[in-house]
């Protein structure tokens, strides 16, 4: 919430008083990119310095522009940054997360010592391993399977 307060209050002095260039153009000439800007303005002189925009938007945005206190916005900014600071320490450290539990009791059926499927799967690996070793000397690669 306080962080939608600071981005809009961020973009009114930014509309208003921050110039921006605008890319009009860019060529390619092989490796080499030639780009052409306009002019530096601020959003809202290119706004009402457009002709497709009609008067009542733009009479809205002058009175706003008129009333409008940078420094006063800029303070608000300054005050809501220094409260999410304050929430934010507040809090203090993260807490540490419960550490997971071990296994559970041992099944009935397991005897320590009793071989598990590990083996076979090797075995199993084992033999899919011969064979594509198999299959790359028979296809002349030297063994090496790509």
């Known amino acids: 919430m306080l962080l939608n307060k600071?981005?809009?209050?961020?973009s009114q002095i930014g509309n208003h008083f921050y110039p921006q260039q605008k890319l009009i153009s860019k060529v390619r000439d092989g490796a080499k990119i030639s780009?052409?800007?306009d002019k530096a303005t601020t959003p809202y002189t290119r706004v009402m310095r457009h002709a497709d925009v009609k008067t009542l938007p733009k009479r809205r945005l002058t009175k706003q522009h008129q009333s409008f206190n940078?420094?006063?916005?800029?303070r608000q900014i300054?005050?809501?940054?220094?409260?999410?600071?304050?929430l934010a320490t507040a809090k203090g450290q993260?807490?540490?997360?419960?550490?997971?539990p071990g296994p559970g009791p041992c099944p009935v059926w397991w005897t320590p010592g009793e071989v598990t499927a590990a083996p076979e799967r090797r075995e199993i690996d084992n033999g899919?391993?011969?064979k594509k070793l198999h299959s790359g000397v028979q296809a002349?690669?030297?063994?090496?399977d790509r």
């Open 6 to 10: 600071i981005w809009a209050l961020q």
């Open 70 to 74: 940078p420094t006063a916005v800029q």
């Open 94 to 100: 993260p807490t540490p997360k419960p550490s997971v």
């Open 78 to 86: 300054q005050a809501l940054a220094d409260e999410l600071l304050t």
């Open 128 to 130: 899919i391993h011969q």
């Open 140 to 144: 002349g690669r030297g063994g090496i």
């Open 35 to 37: 780009k052409k800007y």
